[in-house]
T-cell receptor
Framework: EADIYQTPRYLVIGTGKKITLECSQT?????MYWYQQDPGMELHLIHY???????EKGDLSSESTVSRIRTEHFPLTLESARPSHTSQYLC???????????????FGAGSRLTVL | KNQVEQSPQSLIILEGKNCTLQ??????????LRWYKQDTGRGPVSLTI?????NTKSNGRYTATLDADTKQSSLHITASQLSDSASYIC?????????????FGRGTQLTVWP
């Protein structure tokens, strides 16, 4: 059963529209992430957060922005969508696990965005 | 350069057969290695996580091995089922930061035919 929820699952919009992808988790995890994934390619980290009021840019440059006002909520916003933003966006959260302190991620089902 | 390479890129097997997926990495300093299963249109789901001192870890019909000296890992699937059809992603974490940076492979696309 999913403990991290993403909406919408699919979104088709026109160029120039503002969109927000929602991500919520019920596990109380402090760390949350947004990844971008294109078909047949590896996941790329675009944003992450250590906790409330903490947001950082990831390895892949993105025109999107994020906010973390509540622990459970980590929305991603695109002010003006373009066809180049067409991709799958995956939200994840994590907790430190085991004596090694491994950061184990739990992923949402993803939001597939298509910009026409 | 820290990289994770997976092979084969895609694989087709018949239901009931076994298969082995490979992962080679150059990530250093190494912290842990994870295998994820990603169904089409879904998010990845963790199968196993292995640290430096672990050589083998099983999760049902999935068995992962790790050779930290040669920087290689494998995921063996026994008695495959149709539901095993998915992309299997190898992810390696370093110890370079508190967050533990993750390096993702591109995945092996496994198709199981009846």
């Amino acid at each position: 059963e999913a403990d991290i929820y993403q909406t919408p699952r699919y979104l088709v919009i026109g160029t120039g529209k503002k969109i927000t992808l929602e991500c919520s988790q019920t596990m109380g995890h402090d760390k949350m992430y947004w990844y971008q994934q294109d078909p047949g390619m590896e996941l790329h980290l675009i944003h992450y957060s250590y906790g409330v009021n903490s947001t950082e840019k990831g390895d892949l440059s993105s025109e999107s922005t994020v906010s973390r006002i509540r622990t459970e909520h980590f929305p991603l916003t695109l002010e003006s969508a373009r066809p180049s933003h067409t991709s799958q966006y995956l939200c994840a959260s994590s907790v430190t696990q085991g004596p090694s302190g491994a950061n184990v991620l739990t992923f949402g089902a993803g939001s597939r965005l298509t910009v026409l | 350069k820290n990289q994770v390479e997976q092979s084969p890129q895609s694989l087709i097997i018949l239901e009931g057969k076994n298969c082995t997926l490979q992962c080679n990495y150059t990530v250093s300093p190494f912290s842990n290695l994870r295998w994820y299963k990603q169904d089409t249109g879904r998010g990845p789901v963790s199968l196993t996580i292995m640290t430096f001192s672990e050589n083998t870890k099983s999760n049902g019909r999935y068995t992962a091995t790790l050779d930290a000296d040669t920087k290689q890992s494998s995921l063996h699937i026994t008695a495959s089922q149709l539901s095993d059809s998915a992309s299997y992603i190898c992810v390696v974490s370093d110890r370079g930061s508190t967050l533990g940076r993750l390096y993702f492979g591109r995945g092996t696309q496994l198709t199981v035919w009846p």
